[in-house]
């Protein structure tokens, strides 16, 4: 057992604990404290063979659950092993269920679950509620694979870094992230236009794409890491940092608008309104005779854009 999430409902303190069973089976445990001191076990409610569940995980880490907009939300890293390319290939996916909990029963009812993210780098994130009632969540951007160990940010004595603080919401069943509000405060230098190419200057920026429906259109991050937009989905294709393959991650839906942040080595794209988020890392050169240039687009429709170079 590991990660474990705590919080207050009523006047008792609850955690979730990310577990393998006995079986070699992925579990979320439920505890109940008055005192934070004394724990008792109230029951698994969510992994495999609970509740009608089926499939392969043997763990599920960095549980994390809590109240949204009348629904209960669980996040999990569900682990299982995948066949690629015929080598055994250890998961690092994040899902996020809506549905409701019987605190009395120990039972969780889940209604839908989904990828949280869709790109190359997201792992382990968590929520917490602010002042305000808001549900914030910071994903780690990260992934301790094979390829780990080839990052360039390693010869000055780091490795990985944090999303955006995401605000989370339900809008018809589904949860959506979207940047916190406070990042439009570090927004400078605006620039809009509507056209079928063109290409904006700066490496910490955030970009605003609309009437992309039907469009199929690339947008150029930099020289290892393109995205690729269809009236069927949004490809983030990169260069895999030890064999130098491109790579690709796609997620399959009509996309209407697109917000990207980024800096010198990340993006994060928040597809129709948060419904859906890529974030990966990248470490190529953006393009520019200065290599200054974050983002290049070209589109077979025109579509309106607005651009902000970001400073804190």
Known sequence: MRDPKVWRHGDDYYMVLGAEDLQ??????????????????CGDIYGTDINGKQDNNFMLECPDLFPLDGKDVLITCPKTWIDIDGKATETFDVEVTIGSLDYQQADYQVESTCLLDYGFDFYAPQTFEDADGRRLLFGWMGKPDEYES????????????????????ILNNEVLQQPAEELATMRRNHLSGHCLSTSLVGLSAELLLQDIDGATSTITIADDLVLEVTPSGVTTKRKNLKTGLWQQKTWQGKATSLQLLRDSSC????????????????????????HDCGFRFESDKPMSYQHWTLEG
């Open 150 to 169: 080839y990052q360039p940010t390693k010869a000055f004595g780091w490795i990985h870094q944090m999303t955006c603080p995401r605000r989370l919401t």
């Open 267 to 290: 993006v994060e794209v928040f597809i129709n309104g948060g419904r859906a988020v890529m974030t990966s890392r990248m470490f190529g050169k953006a393009s520019g005779v200065m």
């Open 24 to 41: 070699k089976r992925g579990v979320v445990i439920l505890y109940r404290s008055r005192d934070l001191t004394t724990w008792q076990k």
